[in-house]
């Protein structure tokens, strides 16, 4: 009795065996999502992500979830990394500009240190 029922559950895998596809799977909605500027997923930010599940009956807010807790601490050092790149950028700029006056005051400064024309030459050029 056993080996009729051995049989059949081989002859029914061998026939069913499904093959592991290599693609990634494709969400529904994702290119119109990045389309329009949101995320690929729908629940990487927004209100269902970010707002409380819940509630206390006289209005006060529940604490917060490890995830919530998560999201927030991710956001709150990508602030912080924004401020200080931005720092950075800005004290690039003022070194660049430093130079580029730097640059200009040299350039004044060996122009002035160039032979002067005289006699003739000085009143030629000043009329």
């Known amino acids: 009795m ?50 409380p599940d819940w509630s206390y009956a006289d209005g006060r807010p529940a604490p917060l979830l490890k995830g919530q807790l998560r999201r927030k601490q991710e956001r709150e050092a990508l602030a912080r990394r924004v401020v200080m790149l931005s720092g950075e950028v800005d004290k690039g700029m003022e070194a660049w500009q430093q130079k580029k006056e730097d640059a200009k005051r040299m350039e004044a400064h060996q122009k002035s240190l160039l032979l002067k024309p005289k006699g003739q030459l000085l009143l030629k050029k000043s009329m």
């Open 2 to 51: 056993a080996a009729p029922i051995k049989t059949l559950c081989c002859s029914v895998l061998r026939c069913c065996r499904r093959s592991f596809g290599t693609t990634s799977t494709n969400q529904a909605g994702k290119k119109w999502r990045t389309e329009h500027g949101l995320a690929p997923s729908g629940t990487e930010y927004g209100p269902l992500t970010d707002l």
